[in-house]
Nanobody
């Protein structure tokens, strides 16, 4: 079983920065794709950014150039540096990962963190 724990959310003024971090713990063989999603009030959860184990990155269009995703495979962490924050970035941010439970299985399972609130407001 794998757990993801996020940290780093909070209140920030427009134009400010925040860094979110997520650490995976528990029993697993290998993490595959890790990423961040967000859900604003009254809206569906949406992709923010993902990163593969090999470092291939995908960003949602509105965050390109402002957000940077990174990961540390040795420490089982993924981070999201958010700069030039806008009020429309306000949301609960969720860490996500898919993983192989054991070396013997090729099936990938998915896990979500509990979410961390980011509020961008003056």
């Amino acid at each position: 079983q794998v757990q993801l724990v996020e940290s780093g959310g909070g209140l920030v003024q427009p134009g400010g920065s925040l860094r979110l971090s997520c650490v995976a713990s528990g029993s697993f063989f290998r993490l595959n794709i890790m990423g961040w999603y967000r859900q604003a009030p009254g809206k569906q959860r949406e992709l923010v950014a993902t990163i593969t184990r090999g470092g291939m990155i995908n960003y949602e269009g509105s965050v390109k150039g402002r957000f940077t995703i990174s990961r540390d495979n040795d420490r089982n962490t993924v981070s999201l540096q958010m700069n030039s924050l806008k009020p429309e970035d306000t949301a609960v941010y969720y860490c996500n990962a898919d993983y192989r439970a054991t070396i013997a299985t090729m099936r990938y399972l998915e896990v979500w963190g509990q979410g961390t609130l980011v509020t961008v407001s003056s």
